[in-house]
């Protein structure tokens, strides 16, 4: 497996109150992402980095914010949970070449009640 | 906007089967990627197809495609239950934008089962 680990595993939150996760990678990878992943939607990207402190919004960004200050930490902030935002998130690595496809962590399933 | 497409969503075979699942996409671009999904795990590379034409073979899966028509086939041989799991097809939309690596557009993911 590529080096990257996503915490926490799981989280239950409630409506209104901020959560952070973290996707931690020790490949030195340039490019990290933000995936999240519905049933019936397949994987829509939410944010992405292409290096230290350069993020760009994907489709999906409203309702979430990045930071990356370190290479090897990528968070994800959802500002002020809804329901909607019950989902897996994904965290994924890229070298930035077409020959490298991204890399996946295991996964965050989050649950907002 | 991109539109990535894959069907059948949902197939049920027969061991011992051969199968065909597409990956129609909507804008210009000769980077196709597949992955496979375990249940509750994460998504694992399968392959990366970079050119028209392009055919790439690993046990019982083949993947192939064809930009001209922005189309993508992972053809299954001889189905095991091993190859349970579901298929995703992601297309890299930014290939002229001489930028970075911008991200995969993923299909919805074709669930496979298959029966012995």
């Known amino acids: 497996d590529a080096g990257i680990t996503q915490s926490p595993r799981h989280k239950v939150t409630e409506t209104g109150t901020p959560v952070t996760l973290r996707c931690h990678q020790t490949?030195?990878?340039?490019?990290m992402y933000w995936y999240r992943q519905d049933p019936g939607h397949g994987l829509r990207l939410i944010h992405y980095?292409?290096?230290?402190?350069?993020?760009d919004k994907g489709e999906v960004s409203d309702g979430y914010s990045v930071s990356r200050s370190k290479t090897e930490d990528f968070l994800l902030t959802l500002e002020s949970a809804t329901s909607s935002q019950t989902s897996v998130y994904f965290c994924?690595?890229?070298?930035?070449?077409?020959?490298?496809?991204?890399?996946f962590g295991n996964g965050t399933r989050l649950t907002v009640t | 906007e991109l539109k990535v497409e894959q069907n059948p969503l949902f197939l049920s075979m027969q061991e011992e089967k051969n199968y065909t699942i597409y990956c129609n996409y909507s804008?210009?671009?000769?980077?196709l990627y597949w992955y496979r999904q375990d249940p509750g795990k994460s998504l694992e590379s399968l392959f990366v197809?970079?050119?028209?034409?392009a055919v790439k073979q690993e046990g019982r899966l083949m993947a192939s495609l064809d930009t001209k028509a922005r189309l993508s086939t992972l053809h299954i041989t001889a189905a095991v239950h091993d190859l349970s799991a579901t298929y995703f097809c992601a297309v890299d939309p930014y290939y002229f934008s001489g930028g970075g690596a911008d991200g995969l557009t993923f299909g919805k993911g074709t669930h496979l089962i298959i029966q012995p």
């Open positions: 994924a690595i890229s070298e930035g070449t077409e020959y490298s496809p991204l890399h």
């Open positions: 197809l970079l050119s028209n034409g």
């Open positions: 804008t210009t671009s000769d980077r």
């Open positions: 980095s292409y290096g230290v402190k350069d993020t």
């Open positions: 490949e030195n990878h340039r490019y």
